[in-house]
């Protein structure tokens, strides 16, 4: 039985460049950045090569990017550091949608909940897009924060960030992007987008687990969501993970390389799958949620409908077959809980109740879907003939 790895969009394999990087400061010498010797002075060097490299990457200063433990500490750090400040100046009104990842919405009812902030949830469309005119005609004068996720990693939607922004920034409002699914496969020049912060994963990009940053634009008002030492100008405190750092500068580093190959390859594997599995089951029995747009879809994100079918018997049986897949996001893919992103799209329930998440990367290649194909065409005539 061959097995195929289809969950890129949860976490994706390291690339060896990035571990050979790892390993070798694993091996060496250890050293703390806050130390004043000769290992603490070459920890920090390190945390500041990969600063640079990965600040250049996606057009900001070095100093206005924070390592983090990931894309979930990120987003909260951004949502209650971003709120916190904003609240001093008598913003307490916080804008979101029903569509984003969990580390966003949950953050966002904490500090509803908890905080007393004012909270709007957007609806999406059924493409799973925000409607940038909503977003503009929620704002207030005491609207203190707005975030809108850039790719959604459910479905891959793209939103329309640089019109939301502008709108956003033109009241005074901070606004925060999570872009954990479209770091090294969309261009970013921060210095001149509308953006205030956005959040970035390493494991999502061919990196460790574990590693993350936060953008924060400078005079972006924010206050520390972790206190203890001055580590990362006094915005996160805590030892730095070196070896960790290092390993996502090398993988993004990689991903901006070969940016301009690897987009339209993801497209190519992404389209023929779906040709596949038309062909093998019916069209007429397939359906894909998200946007029809090329221009508004992540090129390695394809959530499939297999009408009359259920997602979990799926999955289960996929498994069986070695095909790795996903039923939505992986910090709730093991609940049977139906997708909250599926759900905001109004998706009627035949569509809800049979919909998997296919997503590919480095290592998958056309033939593998072939192979692949034939095993989900037999599992679904199998799952539908004992039905």
Not at 158 to 164: V, W
Not at 212 to 231: D, R, V
Request: glycine residues 10%; negative net charge; proline residues 4%.
């Amino acid at each position: 039985m061959n097995n195929h790895y289809f969950d890129h969009a949860s976490t994706t394999p390291m690339h060896p460049e990035a571990v050979r990087t790892m390993v070798e400061l694993m091996q060496g010498p250890g050293g703390n950045g806050s130390s004043v010797h000769a290992y603490g002075r070459a920890a920090k060097s390190r945390i500041s090569r990969a600063r640079d490299s990965i600040s250049a990457a996606i057009g900001c200063k070095p100093g206005e990017l924070m390592f983090t433990s990931g894309g979930t500490e990120s987003n909260n750090a951004a949502l209650i550091g971003a709120a916190t400040a904003q609240r001093k100046k008598g913003r307490s009104h916080i804008v979101t949608s029903a569509a984003e990842h969990h580390a966003v919405l949950h953050t966002c009812e904490w500090l509803r909940d908890e905080e007393n902030f004012e909270l709007t949830i957007l609806p999406v469309d059924e493409f799973g897009s925000v409607d940038p005119n909503q977003v503009a005609d929620a704002l207030r004068p005491d609207t203190a924060l707005v975030s809108i996720m850039h790719g959604n990693n459910e479905v891959g939607t793209l939103q329309r960030i640089g019109d939301i922004g502008e709108a956003v920034q033109a009241i005074g409002a901070v606004f925060h992007v999570d872009a954990v699914q479209t770091l090294g496969l969309i261009r970013y020049e921060l210095s001149r987008m509308p953006v205030d912060l956005m959040s970035f994963s390493a494991h999502k990009i061919g990196g460790p687990q574990g590693v993350g940053a936060l953008y924060i634009a400078a005079g972006t008002p924010f206050e520390p969501l972790i206190h203890g030492g001055s580590q990362e100008r006094k915005r996160r405190a805590g030892t730095e993970n070196v070896a960790g750092i290092a390993g996502f500068a090398a993988a993004l580093d990689i991903c901006v390389n070969e940016r301009e190959k690897k987009q339209p390859y993801l497209d190519k594997l992404r389209k023929k799958w779906v040709e596949l599995l038309q062909a093998g089951i019916g069209s007429e029995l397939i359906v894909i949620n998200g946007h029809p747009d090329p221009a508004f879809q992540l090129p390695h994100i394809v959530n499939i409908s297999f009408l009359g079918l259920q997602t979990e018997s799926m999955l289960m049986n996929l498994d069986m077959a070695g095909i790795a897949a996903a039923s939505g996001s992986a910090c709730t893919s093991g609940s049977l809980e139906k997708s909250h992103v599926l759900k905001a799209m109004n998706l009627p329930p035949e569509r809800l109740d049979s919909a998997v998440r296919f997503s590919f990367g480095l290592g998958n290649t056309l033939e593998e879907l072939e192979d692949a194909a034939r095993a989900v065409v037999a599992i679904a005539d199998r799952i539908r003939n004992k039905g």
